[in-house]
């Protein structure tokens, strides 16, 4: 397929840039231990991810790519301008977006709702997704309304150390949240584990006791590689 004139950059490394203006659409695409059984096939698939031709043409502006931290898993972050410009993308370049394994990748579109962004924002290391099942948008905006209330950051307290930023997604479908949290490792994050999220603390009973709520857990993810139109990340 042919792209516009910039041909796309892959960084090492480099997270994507969650909060940019102008990303009205994103698709995460997680690609599960089923079909990366180990850290070899992990990689290998990592790499066609970031090697795979991208229609930059049809609105697409950013395509990140990450590794499970247990070596089982590969999630795709992609940033789209609208959804027409996906909707656009999946009719005339479907090779492009389609799963790269058959029957083995969950795709789902989100629109970023809410964020909590510390002031001293630390770098990222690690990037811990957190999903849930809903019934309904209303469900999942309601739950990250409350979880923000309890939000340190919202609060005006500091957060837990080694804790970034905290962005909320909420599928189009309704059926979905995705807390996107940035630690600088993954030890900042079990501390949090640690010390406020065990069954009696305040945000494991808002999870308990929001109806049509159903928590799907957490996975780590390291920082593999980004792909852009012209090679400029954040």
């Known amino acids: 397929m042919t792209s516009n ?12 840039d969650v909060r940019r203006d102008d990303a009205g659409l994103v698709t995460v695409d997680i690609i599960e231990s089923a079909a990366v059984p180990d850290r070899a096939r992990q990689r290998r698939t990592a790499d066609s991810l970031l090697a795979a031709d991208r ?21 795709r972050y992609s940033q789209w301008r609208d959804e027409d410009a996906y909707a656009e993308a999946q009719s005339r370049f479907p090779a492009a977006i389609a799963p790269t394994t058959s029957g083995a990748a969950r795709s789902v ?7 909590a962004v510390p002031d001293d924002l630390p770098a990222p290391g690690v990037v811990v997704v957190i999903t849930f099942d809903t019934d309904g948008a209303d469900v999942g905006r309601r739950f990250v309304d409350a979880l923000l209330d309890r939000h340190p950051v919202v609060r005006g307290a500091a957060p837990p150390e080694g804790m970034g930023s905290n962005d909320f997604h909420l599928a189009v479908d309704g059926t979905q949240v995705l807390n996107w949290a940035e630690f600088v490792d993954e030890r900042a994050h079990q501390r949090v ?10 945000v494991p009973r808002l999870i ?13 993810y390291l920082p593999y590689g980004l792909a852009t139109p012209g090679g400029r990340t954040r």
């Open 55 to 75: 229609p930059w043409n049809a609105g697409l502006l950013a395509d990140s790519v990450l590794l499970a931290t247990d070596g089982l898993g590969v999630l």
């Open 5 to 16: 004139d910039t041909s796309p950059t892959v960084l090492p490394g480099v997270l994507p």
């Open 193 to 202: 584990v640690d010390t406020a999220l065990q069954p009696d603390d305040d």
């Open 109 to 115: 579109r989100h629109r970023l709702y809410r964020s």
């Open 208 to 220: 308990a006791e929001t109806r049509g709520l159903t928590p799907r857990g957490f996975r780590r």
